[in-house]
């Protein structure tokens, strides 16, 4: 529990996700998060997160096809969006973006995917248009992974580097109750429209404490340049008081086991040919950065956690930084309209208490 008394509150049961940050388990609807990521694509755990089961073949591939028609519908909104996507900041964007479309006029059975495609194809035109090159219409024919990366204009993706975007939009598919999460449910528990909740989710994850540290995980190993700097820079940054970014988690007291997904597919994408000099690197700076924590504060346990091998799995498929935040939000939309439906289905208005800490009125004695 915090200063203020909140945290590890409960505020809702839910059957998405139960994370055990003392033994380092995300379950996702009654599967361990390794099996799902290394398994399954990110439509199949869309069927699961949206319908509580794992699809049989037809029904993947009627979603998979469902969500690339959604695509194709979220592409011809570009010219509808006004300067949305000319924001500097993607997920600036991303909000701005989806705000122009109105779930009145979206049948309920396709809310969900015209959700879900537009964050994609919003995501992927805003890094085009930042380059000075045009969007790239969606191909029906790809999965969701393979055609952000190819609308996102780094190239066909070819299976390899597809996959690995899978394992990433798998992982980070739902995560208990995070602030993004807390959000979308608190707007749907007014009953708000599911365009509403999911705009204000984008608002919680673009804060740097949630989904907005991928990036300086980057620029803090670029920095680092080497293995054999670690330990050096480690030590000046800790010395003047700094974190290490991709360390430590609020809930997990061990390895976050995202992480650990992460890095398995990243290995993956390396055995098929793909080159990633950062993997080496990154294992080196956690290596370090464990043992030069646990040695000034023994008492806390602070090991990596899914943003430090976010940043170099998004950076071998090919993802420029500035897209990073987005992509975790192209994911965890598949939670968060979830999570929506579960409140709307079970839920009553969230309306927590507060403890008030300021002054009183004086009482004035009447005579």
């Known amino acids: 529990m915090d200063a203020n008394g909140l945290e590890g509150v409960v505020v809702a049961a839910t059957a998405l996700s139960d994370v055990d940050g003392e033994r380092g388990r995300l379950v996702i609807r009654g599967h361990d998060v390794e099996q799902l990521a290394l398994q399954h694509d990110f439509e199949a755990v869309c069927a699961l997160l949206w319908n509580g089961a794992l699809p049989d073949a037809a029904e993947h591939a009627a979603l998979r096809g469902a969500l690339a028609a959604a695509r194709v519908r979220a ?5 509808t969006l006004g300067d949305a996507l000319g924001a500097g900041d993607a997920m600036d964007a991303l909000r701005a973006a989806l705000a122009h ?5 979206i049948a309920p059975a396709l809310l969900k995917l015209e959700i879900t495609a537009a964050l994609a ?26 055609d952000l990366l190819r609308m996102a204009g780094v190239g066909a ?19 208990g109750m ?79 086991p995202r992480a650990a997904v992460l890095e398995r597919a990243i290995e993956q994408l390396q055995a098929a040919g793909a080159r990633s000099h950062r993997l080496a690197l990154a294992r080196a700076v956690e290596a370090v950065a464990v043992s030069s924590l646990h040695e000034r504060r023994p008492e806390r346990r602070l090991a990596a956690n899914v943003e430090f091998y976010t940043a170099v799995i998004l950076d071998a498929v090919g993802l420029p930084q ?25 839920g009553r208005l969230i309306r927590p208490a507060s403890r008030y800490v300021g002054p009183m009125p004086e009482v004035v004695e009447v005579a």
């Open 157 to 175: 993706a070819d299976a390899a580097r597809a996959r690995a975007l899978d394992a990433y939009l798998v992982t980070a598919s739902d995560h």
């Open 75 to 79: 592409f011809a909104r570009l010219p």
């Open 178 to 256: 995070n602030a993004s999460t807390f959000t979308a449910r608190v707007v749907a528990s007014t009953h708000a429209d599911a365009v509403s909740a999911v705009v204000a989710a984008i608002g919680a994850l673009k804060g740097p404490l949630h989904g907005g540290a991928p990036g300086p995980v980057l620029a803090m190993l670029d920095a680092i340049g080497s293995p054999e700097r670690a330990r050096e820079w480690i030590a000046g940054q800790l010395a003047a008081g700094q974190r290490i970014m991709g360390m430590g988690h609020r809930v997990y007291r061990v390895r976050d």
């Open 322 to 346: 500035a897209l990073f935040s987005a992509t975790f939000a192209v994911a965890r939309v598949a939670g968060w309209l979830a999570h929506i439906d579960e409140q709307l289905a079970h």
């Open 101 to 105: 479309l109105r779930a009145d006029d």
């Open 121 to 146: 194809v919003f995501a992927a035109a805003w890094s085009r248009l930042r380059d000075g090159a045009p969007p790239l219409a969606p191909d029906p024919a790809l999965g969701h992974a393979a």
